[in-house]
C-alpha cells in the first residue's frame, strides 16, 4: 500500500473500531429497535452485474435484512444467472425499470445485490428520468458501489437524484463475517439527515468548500467518459475509488477524465481507497499511486486529499452521492460534512439487529493492512 494512504487509514480504523464498540453499548442502540405497528419499509433488490455464486451467503443476508424489519421485493434477482451476469440483460434491466414504469412499487430501499461488470449494459435501457422522479417522490435510497457505480451515475446525469456509496446484499449483508465498522457506519448515515466523516490525512493547502461530493469507482466512471450517463457536475467535489489496477493504469484513466474536461468543472479531487494490483510494473516499478496524485495535483491544479475511507475495503463508511458537501481541512486532517440526502426512519426498524453478527469483533485487533472482500468485484 502506498505511504500516503496507510497511517491515517489505521488511525482511522482504530478509532472507528473503539467508538463502535462504545456504541453498541450505549443507549443510543435501543433507539433502533422498531416500534409496534410501524408501516413497512420495503426493501427492492436489483442485480446489474455479477451473479451471486453462493446461496447460503444469499440466505445470510436476506435473514439479517429480514430481521432488521425490511420487507424484501424481487428476491429472485439474487439467485439469476447467464454466462457471468446475475440474469439476462432483461432481467436485470427490469430490475430497476419495472420501479421506473410503476409495475413494481417505489421502494423505500434499492440495494444493490453485488459489483463485477455488466451494469453498463443496461443504462441505454431504463427510463432514469421517471425512475428518479419516483425516487424522490418516495424519498428512495439507492444503495451500493463497485459495479453499481454505473448505476448511480446515469441516475445523476439523468434521473437528477443521488444514491448512497454503500454496502451490497452479497459482500457486506451475507458476509459470514460481517464488518462492525461498516454496518455501524451504514447504520449511522441512513439513520440521519447530516453526517460529518472526519479524515486524518494530510492536505497540502487550507480547504474550505462546498459542492456536489459525487463520483464512485474510477474504471467506471472513466469509461463513460463522453457519454449521456456521466454527470454533469459543475463546482463538484469528485470521489474515486478502485482496486486491482497498476498505478499507470489509475493515471490512464485520470487523463481521460482531464482530457474530457471532467476535472475543469471541480473544485477538489478526493481518493478513497485504492487496493494496487500485485502484478510489477517491468518498466518502472518506482512509479507508485504518490506519483499518479503529484501529477494529478501538477495537472489539474486542483486540491488532491487521500485517505477516504470508502472503496473496495472491509471497513468503509457509508456516504451520500449526489448531494451537497462541505469540505473542510483542519489541522489534524481533513473533514466532510453531507446534509441533504433522504433517510430512514429509525424507529420503525429494527436496525440493531444487523450489528449481532458483528458483536465478536468488539475486541478484535484492528489490522495494519486493508482487507478486501472478493466478493463485492
Not at 489505521?10 to 442502540?29: Q, T
Not at 410503476?102 to 435501457?125: F, I, S
Not at 436496525?351 to 485487533?365: G, H, I, K, V, Y
Request: some cysteine; glycine content about 10%.
Amino acid at each position: 500500500m502506498d505511504s500516503e494512504f496507510s497511517s491515517p487509514r489505521r488511525k482511522l480504523l482504530r478509532g472507528g473500531m473503539a467508538a463502535a464498540a462504545s456504541w453498541l453499548a450505549s443507549p443510543a442502540l435501543a433507539q433502533l429497535s422498531s416500534s409496534p405497528g410501524s408501516a413497512p419499509v420495503r426493501l427492492r433488490f436489483f442485480a446489474p452485474s455479477g451473479y451471486l455464486s453462493d446461496p447460503a451467503r444469499i440466505e445470510t443476508g436476506i435473514n439479517r435484512l429480514r430481521t432488521a424489519g425490511f420487507t424484501l421485493d424481487n428476491t429472485q434477482a439474487l439467485y439469476r444467472r447467464h454466462q457471468r451476469f446475475a440474469g439476462t440483460d432483461a432481467e436485470r434491466i427490469a430490475d430497476l425499470q419495472y420501479v421506473a414504469s410503476g409495475r413494481a412499487p417505489t421502494p423505500k430501499v434499492l440495494l444493490g445485490a453485488r459489483g463485477g461488470y455488466g451494469a453498463m449494459r443496461l443504462l441505454p435501457h431504463v427510463d432514469w428520468p421517471s425512475l428518479g422522479s419516483r425516487m424522490r417522490e418516495a424519498g428512495t435510497l439507492l444503495l451500493g458501489y463497485s459495479d453499481i457505480c454505473a448505476v448511480q451515475l446515469a441516475l445523476l446525469a439523468q434521473g437528477r437524484t443521488g444514491s448512497y456509496a454503500g454496502p451490497l446484499l452479497y459482500s457486506e449483508f451475507g458476509s459470514p463475517n460481517p464488518s462492525l465498522f461498516t454496518l455501524q457506519e451504514f447504520i449511522r448515515t441512513v439513520s440521519s439527515n447530516q453526517l460529518r466523516i472526519e479524515v486524518a490525512a494530510p492536505t497540502e493547502r487550507h480547504i474550505r468548500l462546498q459542492g456536489t461530493w459525487w463520483g464512485g469507482n474510477l474504471s467506471v466512471l472513466s469509461s463513460l467518459a463522453g457519454s449521456p450517463w456521466l454527470p454533469n457536475v459543475p463546482g463538484g467535489i469528485l470521489f474515486l475509488e478502485d482496486v486491482g489496477e497498476q498505478p499507470y493504469r489509475i493515471e490512464r484513466m485520470l487523463q481521460t477524465l482531464y482530457l474530457a474536461g471532467v476535472f475543469r468543472q471541480q473544485q477538489a479531487i478526493v481518493f478513497g481507497t485504492f487496493r494496487l494490483s500485485n502484478e510489477r510494473d517491468l518498466y518502472d516499478e518506482s512509479y507508485d499511486l504518490d506519483t499518479v496524485i503529484h501529477t494529478l495535483r501538477r495537472l489539474t491544479g486542483l486540491p488532491v486529499l487521500t485517505g477516504f475511507p470508502s472503496g473496495h475495503i472491509r471497513d468503509k463508511v457509508t456516504m451520500p452521492l449526489g448531494y451537497p458537501a462541505e469540505l473542510q481541512s483542519g489541522a489534524q486532517g481533513y473533514s466532510v460534512r453531507f446534509s441533504g440526502y433522504p433517510g430512514l426512519e429509525a424507529s420503525t426498524l429494527n436496525l440493531a439487529s444487523l450489528l449481532e453478527a458483528a458483536r465478536d469483533m468488539r475486541t478484535a485487533p484492528v489490522s495494519d493492512a486493508p482487507t478486501f472482500d472478493e466478493a463485492s468485484n
